[in-house]
């Protein structure tokens, strides 16, 4: 099981800073066409924690938005400054996406496998040994599962 965590991250600027505390409830490595071209690389790594876990610290009038019409929940939030990614909500989740990569320090969970790997670019990295899968991971998959593949392709 794991515990409550408290990180704190910000953008290559330093302008918008952020700190979150709670148990982090999952962390995806995607390889979705969409997340791609919002990141410039082969994948997204993403940690979620509870959406009522993140408090800004920076400038949040920095902050802007980008909802892709035709997508049920993809977005992007980042710093208008330097452009970087930030954390967003996910109101259909109930949680706050942390782009891994935006964090000062380790997250307090291991990646617990790839998402949409099936939609990889060719050229991306392999799957190191986590569970793959073609979209979505099983709603119920516990971490135990995940650590024996349990759901994979």
């Known amino acids: ?39 410039g690389t082969g994948h997204a790594s993403n940690v979620m924690l509870k959406a009522d876990s993140i408090r800004w610290l920076g400038d949040e009038s920095l902050l802007r938005s980008y909802k892709l019409p035709e997508a049920e929940r993809f977005g992007t939030h980042f710093c208008s400054n330097c452009g970087s990614l930030m954390p967003r ?40 040994g986590l569970p793959t899968f073609a979209e979505y991971p099983p709603a119920k998959q516990s971490s135990e599962d995940a650590e024996k593949g349990v759901g994979d392709k």
């Open 1 to 39: 099981m794991l515990t409550d965590i408290t990180v704190k991250g910000g953008c290559l600027c330093g302008a918008v800073r952020y700190e979150v505390t709670g148990e982090p409830a999952r962390f995806y490595h995607c390889h979705c066409q969409r997340c791609r071209k919002a990141t």
């Open 89 to 128: 909500e996910v109101p259909a989740l109930g949680m706050v996406l942390i782009p891994a990569g935006s964090l000062d320090s380790e997250p307090g969970i291991e990646p617990m496998s790839h998402i949409f790997y099936d939609s990889r670019a060719p050229w991306s990295c392999a799957d190191g």
